[in-house]
């Protein structure tokens, strides 16, 4: 038997995961059954471009669901008291300065269902995180990256 893949997020990731799931099973996918419904009364369901546009927006939301319920359903949850406070790990933030120029970058350090760049909250998959963890204060380290490699300092970790 496969296992499946096992998520690690913290409890306000996964609160959020399930609240996007219950959004999803009790708005969305009434809306898209009730465009289903008015598509077909157009007539002729093979030159219907608002009832093919319907079905492929309740595929993407079955999808979803079907992979947000596999997320909740595989997630292991980072506690506090599992964190190393003085090394960098998942569930770690961390402020860290790029080299030679100084520029200062945090991050939140999650699992990949909850990474949100834009929020501070990168993947423990990502080249930049799995550059940092296990590292400590003050440790200087070379992090291969999609755009060139980086050098950079750990300066806090949270």
Same mark, same amino acid.
């Given at each position: 038997?496969?296992?499946?893949?096992?998520?690690?997020?913290?409890?306000?990731?996964?609160?959020?995961?399930?609240?996007?799931?219950?959004?999803?099973?009790?708005?969305?996918?009434?809306?898209?059954?009730?465009?289903?419904?008015?598509?077909?009364?157009?007539?002729?369901?093979?030159?219907?471009?608002?009832?093919?546009?319907?079905? &492929?927006?309740?595929?993407?939301?079955?999808?979803?669901?079907?992979?947000?319920?596999?997320?909740?359903?595989?997630?292991?949850?980072?506690? &506090?008291?599992?964190?190393?406070?003085?090394?960098?790990?998942?569930?770690?933030? $961390?402020?860290?300065?790029?080299?030679?120029?100084?520029?200062?970058?945090?991050?939140?350090? $999650?699992?990949?269902?909850?990474?949100?760049?834009?929020?501070?909250?990168?993947?423990?998959?990502?080249?930049?995180?799995?550059?940092?963890?296990?590292?400590?204060?003050?440790?200087?380290?070379?992090?291969?990256?999609?755009?060139?490699?980086?050098?950079?300092?750990?300066?806090?970790?949270?």
């Amino acid at each position: 038997m496969v296992s499946e893949k096992k998520f690690p997020m913290t409890v306000a990731g996964k609160q959020k995961l399930e609240d996007e799931l219950e959004y999803l099973k009790t708005v969305k996918r009434k809306e898209v059954v009730e465009r289903i419904k008015v598509a077909r009364s157009y007539g002729d369901l093979s030159e219907n471009s608002e009832y093919d546009s319907a079905k &492929e927006d309740q595929a993407f939301v079955e999808g979803k669901i079907s992979s947000l319920e596999s997320m909740i359903r595989n997630a292991v949850i980072i506690t &506090e008291d599992e964190l190393n406070t003085d090394e960098v790990q998942l569930g770690k933030t $961390v402020t860290f300065k790029e080299l030679p120029n100084g520029d200062e970058e945090t991050y939140t350090i $999650v699992g990949s269902a909850e990474a949100n760049p834009v929020e501070g909250l990168i993947s423990n998959d990502s080249p930049i995180a799995k550059g940092l963890i296990g590292r400590k204060t003050g440790d200087k380290v070379k992090i291969q990256t999609p755009g060139g490699e980086m050098s950079v300092e750990v300066l806090v970790i949270k």
